[in-house]
């Protein structure tokens, strides 16, 4: 039987996993983000990332190996020249010196054209480039620039393009009304550096030889062009029938919690607030997508500190839910933002109100504060009938339950945690591929726990 392995390259975790035809995982590897600090600036650790990648590929060379495909994160950006690249890529929290950013934000577009919002550090892919022709203005000129995921289906067949998922993420570089460049992307000359544009779904080509002969894959091996992470996931969503092309929100969570609206409206970007991190994504088809995002994993990881999962692996759920009460009692929540410039809420300091001194206590209420900041951030683009939440915090059950009382009239679901970014991936070769097993529909919180998120929003509307 063939298989089909699949390369996820998040922000926190890189990923490779192996699946049957039929959408049943058979193996995961996985391997934690190592950034490398060089002098002082911080870069993606590429050259790492690529030892692993052999090794872990190499573990499939007895498999009936078919595809490959590339997903990534949607804020790196990769230029080569001669065959390899210039220098590693940024990493996107890689501060940019402050009268560098300020003179490109004098560049951007408007949020109505490229519906992206300006973002700090390196988060819009149009900074990294324009420090980066700053510093390196001689091989800046001359090269080729790669989104991050299709980079890495460069480095597996040799072929250079770009797609425009990765594109129309955050970046300012694509208008998604028009379906084109942004004008800032033709002024500054990075379209035409950009590798020319293909579909996610298009092959590039078999492997390299130096792949094959590394990796012990056939050289037979197709690579497809690959495609931005939450947006892979969003793909996945869409093969439930409750999903598809209905009226739906798709919550993707990990490090960030990506929101992401399917509508049958046309995206009205003068409705979307561009300082409470709303933005358009662009889907696998070109289509507009209203989106919000959070860096939920980030902020909840910031105070458990010992381990992100304890919040979410099965064992801890009924004592988590059995906290919420004592917590709520307390009065005890999180102000945000504990993630500065990013969110509904950008501004805000977060911090402490009754900090739980219980373990349990201290990790449910983190959970409400996911849910509420998530609950702000569905509202801010309208989101309505059907949310679906992936990634390993829908397995949060103070999280999701939260949801599903603070949002009454939508219709919460889960799905197997295996119907993730990698499982639409998949779908980009068989858009019809089912997923395995059925939407859960979460119950609402038991616990009644309207008048804390009342307080809550009046602690924080300072900051709306």
Known sequence: MSAIIVIDLGKTLSKVSLWSAEGAMLDRQVRPA???????VRRLDSDGIETWLIEALGRYAREDVRAIIPVGHGAGVVAIEGGSPIFLPLDYEQPIPDHILAAYRDERDPFTVTGSPALPDGLNMGAQLYWMDRLYPRVMAGATLLPWAQYWGWFLTGRATSEVTSLGCHS???????????????RMGWAKRFAPLVRASDILGPIRDQISARTGLPAGVKVLAGLHDSN???????????????????LSTGTWFVAMRITAETVDTTKLSERRDCLVNVDAYGKPIPSARFMGGREIESVIEIDTRRVDIKPDQP?????????????????????????????GRGGWIGEPDDWYERRAAMCLYAALVADTSLSLIGSRARLLVEGRFAEADVFVQSLAALRPDTQVYTANAHNDVSFGALRLLDPHLAPQGELVRVPPLKADIAAYADRWRAEVGVFA
């Open 34 to 40: 190592a950034p490398r600090e060089l002098g002082s």
């Open 172 to 186: 300012d570089l694509w208008n998604p009304l028009r379906g084109r460049f942004s004008p800032l992307a033709e």
């Open 232 to 250: 892979a996931a969003l793909l996945a969503a869409r093969g439930f029938p409750e999903i598809a092309d209905n009226e739906a929100t798709v």
């Open 319 to 347: 004592k988590l839910i059995a906290a919420v009460p004592e917590v709520v009692r307390r009065g005890a929540m999180m102000r945000p933002t504990l993630a500065p410039g990013c969110g509904p809420f950008p501004t």
